[in-house]
């Protein structure tokens, strides 16, 4: 069965249940209206009829029959009479002679009153007796009767039905029914086909994305949950979209840096086997370069699996920033004189700042930084620690250059694994994508967060911040 047809089903039934239950409801507090209202009625009537039944001024039945049949009237047929209780309970009618033609009394074989109720009644008290469709209410008739012929109690009898729905008012209500019934049917197929087509729709585009066309978009339907859906599927398939063409520009890109390496050491080994080098001391540092290279990127790629696999392992401690980012300027400047480039720790940066980090992870995060602004960067690299502050407790450290900067549509996924930026690089091969992917990994490893930001010179601004620590006692 599908989803809209269950819908439309369910919201039927929810109107239907909906509509029995108010229906008996309203019936069974109109009956418990209607008997209210005929016990009050009775209880009024026997009220008004207590000072007739009390009177014991010589009047018997025969005296008293004008005025109950004048009463009886004005009752209604049946609702007013004198009858006899007996002594076990029982009502029974008076026999009624031609000559007196009271008005007939049905239902007294039906009516048995307590013993209790009884005593009461012989007290001059009023009784009322509950019926399935009447309320029936008594009291002693105070008059003289024949022993042997009226054996019992004398009493007046007043009967109210209760009232009930007309046969015309629940024709009005099954018509009524039947029409809110059509009504939400037709209301639970709109809205049925309102949540149905949006997750039809879903349903395609989620299809057509898992067959590989990452392209698919689907139309929010609005601002609904259903909406929000529709918004994270378009944000999975631009991911994956975009996640694709980065695995192919990576694919690409390190096919390359492979290649290069390759065929430069493939070139002069060839040539030294040859013997076509007249330098073969020169040929030797020219492979020993490019197998380097060669190296660098595996070990590149190997940590990049480990760091993803959660399988590196970090040896914490308290480390100084600026002692670290010193030794490895000092390490990095030859490389960055070759290029014309001039690195160097901003002078007015803190004398230390600890932190709490892997020192050996620490020196290769600052080593990628600096590898990663050495390709972009036109004149300068500066790198800049800023010490805990009760606003920003860690420490901070940043990687500046003064190179054309990072695009601003691209800022937001260059820590992403595989992606490599539209931006060339100035110098150097193009980069595989995984410098600054294993820096986050890295720093986020140690407890740090790492964001790219374009600096105030207009070049790239690459800041991390580390849990500080305290220093060291001496």
Known sequence: MSLQREL???????????????GAGVLAFARLGARAEATQAVD???????????????????TLE????????????????VVIVNDNGTVRALPNPP???LAPVDGTASVTITPEELASLRADDVVIVQQPRNVVGMVRLDIPIRPGVLDGTPV????????????????????????VVLASA????????????PIHAIERATAAIAAGRLDTRIDEPGDDELGELASSVNSMAGDLERSRAAEQQFLMSITHDLRTPLTAITGWAEALSDGAVDDPRRAG??????????DRLVADLLTLAKLEAKSFSFDLGTVDVVSLASEQVAHAEPRAATH????????????AAWVVADADRLRQVVDNLIDNAVKFAASTITITVSGATPEAPGVEMSVVDDGPGIPDSDLPYVFERLYVTQLRPVRAENSSGLGLAIVRELVEGMGGSVIARRAATGGTEIALSLPAAPAPRR
């Open 99 to 101: 000559q007196r033609q």
């Open 156 to 179: 007046l009898w007043v009967r109210h039905g209760v009232g009930t729905v007309s046969s015309r008012a629940t024709r009005w209500f099954l018509a009524s029914a039947t029409i």
């Open 44 to 62: 009024d009537q026997l009220v008004a009829l207590q000072e007739l039944a009390a009177s014991s001024d010589g009047r018997t039945l025969a």
């Open 66 to 81: 004008p005025a109950i049949r004048r009463l009886g009237a004005a009752f209604g047929d049946g609702q007013l009479a």
């Open 186 to 197: 037709v209301a639970a197929t709109v809205l049925a086909r309102r949540i149905t087509e």
């Open 340 to 351: 014309g480039l001039h690195l160097g720790v901003d002078p007015g940066a803190s004398t």
């Open 285 to 294: 540092e020219i492979i020993g370069s490019n197998a380097g290279r060669l």
């Open 8 to 22: 439309v089903l369910v919201m039927v039934g929810i109107a239907l249940v909906a509509i029995t239950l108010v």
